[in-house]
């Protein structure tokens, strides 16, 4: 290339770079590169370490170390100078170089901050790379550490560093912590292995073709990096697909996830409805709906060994019974494996179903495989705060029910002291915890709750029974018969001469969830189709009717009026367990009584009340059985280690 095509380069990558400054200073966005001393400040001190020459993703190299030079590029660093400056005749031969025999050679210099670069020396040469499209720039680099805090980007940054001693890659730069762990599962390894050249070359070239789809899906417009969104892609499509798609194929299959990628962009993107909506209205959609719904039940294991199955068949055979000319109900046993439950979820579309209940969080992934696959089938899963649009969750309010038994405990225990046996640390299950410590409070202010978990192994209730506690609250019964109060191990009961008398025990009745969800279907309020691209979690409680307490013949009378009142209250809002000074364990006034607790506080409560004796286990004290669950749903879930799957 001689200088008279170089002056022609020029030019081009200059209109280029004026289009991109009109287009951000129409948007009110900077119209620089980023100065990383300007980022830093004055007075910032830090580490920094030399790490030789590195090949940097050029998309990476965002500004410049000094504010010297800004003013001649666009934050792509496109060149916007006069063509008749020393900057522009310097920039023509560096682009005669580089499309020479010989190239550009010299490595730049510059600093890297938080997964960034910052030009030192080497400006102009990054600015002609950058213009010809070259994927990666050799620098000699310095970074920059950052002070360790407990910021979400900073935490992530430090396990970034583990990531790089493992793999070499700037090439994804996560803002969360945890995610780093979950990128290295999806592939198959863990965080301490170390890749081969021909990994990083594999994961460099797939991640391109990926990030270039979501690119052109308009995804720089959402508040999403493309690392964060193949997250989500790996939930439904193994990695080695984005090798052996063609870049359409690769796109179409992102697109058919995109209602879910922009979900998780949100801020907030799950969407509580704590009321259920059965209003009829009419609308258009009412005349497109089938004469009969077909609505299928998909269960881990079967009714004969799982009271949670019986649980949801009973309330499938409800939903038959109540609307028998405008349903057909069809039940697919022992989902257990991911493959198993892919294959039923499969057979269920196949048989025509229109509506499908996954029973268990367990299914959740699967289940989002098939509702990306089949978009015009509704899919629900029984699980709380899955933020993708494809799949509805749904869950019942149990701390109402909760703070109900929790106030019959503290009138009935003669020694001001309950035991508590929790299930699994999950999402929803502390609120309970806490609403029954505060209805033991109500008819007892000096009660004390020992909580201890199931899940931790061991006899928890002979634990309690030998320390004296004869008022214990226990797993809750799966449906409203009696039977399983009568059992002995269901339900809140008392201790006497070492028989167990039960109370009552609060109670889900899955039937009146699933007519409410299929009438607000007939009805024409499912507000689901492609498009709608918020995720919605049912939460719902009393008032809706879906929960409500069972008590065991026997329990005293007072007791029974006191069921009726605070029933009633919770169900016409005039009682709201948490609406009133709440402290937690560690003396922090959580709650000062003026206001109301949101749902997301509610389902992400994370603390104890004070007159809780106990902890929130952590994960490495959970037995194995229970581990899956808390990995799906645990109040933690963030921090828990991944299990491996897949492969690079």
Not at 129 to 147: D, H, N, S
Not at 418 to 425: A, R, T
């Amino acid at each position: 290339m001689d200088l008279l095509e170089a002056r022609e380069e020029y030019l081009k990558a200059r209109r280029l770079a004026q289009k991109e400054v009109r287009e951000l200073r129409s948007q009110g966005r900077e119209t620089e590169p980023a100065v990383l001393d300007d980022i830093l400040g004055q007075t910032y001190t830090a580490t920094t370490q030399e790490l030789g020459v590195v090949n940097i993703p050029s998309r990476r190299i965002v500004g410049t170390k000094t504010a010297g030079r800004i003013s001649a590029f666009s934050p792509g660093f496109l060149p916007l100078l006069d063509d008749e400056t020393e900057f522009a005749q310097k920039w023509m031969h560096l682009c005669a170089d580089h499309m020479s025999d010989e190239g550009i050679r010299n490595p730049i210099v510059c600093f890297e901050y938080l997964g960034n670069f910052y030009v030192q020396e080497g400006n102009k040469r990054v600015s002609v790379l950058k213009y010809f499209g070259a994927a990666q720039i050799p620098g000699t680099v310095y970074r920059i550490l950052p002070e360790a805090s407990e910021e979400p980007r900073i935490k992530a940054y430090f396990e970034f560093l583990e990531f790089y001693k493992a793999t070499g890659l700037y090439d994804v730069q996560f803002r969360q912590p945890g995610d780093y762990e979950k990128l290295v599962s999806y592939l198959g390894k863990d965080m301490t292995q170390v890749w081969t050249e021909q990994e990083q070359r594999t994961f460099k070239a797939y991640f391109r073709y990926f990030r270039e789809a979501f690119n052109a899906l308009q995804g720089g417009k959402l508040d999403l990096l493309p690392e964060e969104a193949l997250l989500l892609w790996l939930k439904v499509y193994p990695f080695r697909d984005l090798g052996s798609k063609t870049a359409d194929e690769i796109k179409q299959a992102l697109a058919a996830l995109w209602d879910d990628v922009v979900s998780i962009s949100q801020e907030m993107p799950v969407q509580v409805e704590t009321e259920a909506d059965t209003e009829g209205r009419e609308r258009l959609l009412n005349l497109l709906l089938p004469t009969t719904l077909r609505v299928a039940f998909i269960y881990q294991l079967d009714p004969k060994v799982s009271t949670w199955a019986q649980g949801h068949r009973e309330g499938a055979e409800h939903l038959q019974r109540v609307l028998s000319d405008r349903v057909v109900v069809q039940h697919y046993y022992h989902a257990d494996s991911p493959e198993e439950a892919e294959a039923l979820l499969e057979q269920a579309v196949q048989d025509g179903a229109n509506v499908v209940f996954a029973t268990t969080p367990k299914l959740s992934r699967p289940t989002l495989k098939m509702a990306v696959k089949y978009p015009r089938v509704r899919f629900l899963n029984c699980s709380v705060d899955a933020p993708y649009s494809s799949v509805r969750t749904y869950y019942s309010r149990v701390y109402e029910g909760k703070f109900i038994t929790g106030a019959i405990a503290g009138a009935m225990a003669n020694n001001d002291r309950i035991g508590y046996v929790g299930s699994y640390p999950i999402l929803g299950v502390p609120a309970s915890i806490n609403a029954f410590a505060l209805g033991a409070q109500l008819t007892n202010p000096r009660a004390k709750i020992t909580l201890r978990w199931s899940c931790e192994g061991g006899n928890p209730v002979d634990e309690f029974i030998q320390s004296g506690i004869n008022v214990i609250s226990n797993r809750d019964v799966p449906t409203p018969h009696k039977k399983y109060l009568e059992h002995g191990t269901y339900g809140t009961y008392l201790v006497e001469d070492g028989v167990l008398q039960p109370l009552g025990s609060p109670c889900w009745l899955w039937g009146h969830f699933y007519e409410n969800v299929i009438r607000t279907i007939l009805n024409g309020n499912w507000d689901r189709d492609k498009g709608s691209r918020h995720a919605v979690n049912y939460w719902w409680g009393m008032d809706s009717g879906v929960i409500d307490v069972k008590l065991a013949d026997g329990v005293p009378e007072g007791m029974l009026r006191l069921t009726d009142i605070l029933r009633e209250g919770l169900r016409n809002g005039t009682i709201d367990p948490f609406r009133r000074l709440l402290i937690a364990q560690d003396g922090r006034v959580v709650n000062d009584g003026t206001r109301t607790l949101s749902p997301e506080e509610l389902l992400h409560m994370d603390w104890l009340c004070q007159n809780v004796e106990g902890e929130i286990p952590p994960f490495e004290k959970i037995a194995p059985f229970a581990r899956d669950m808390v990995r799906e749903l645990g109040v933690y879930r963030d921090l828990i280690p991944m299990e491996k799957e897949g492969q690079l």
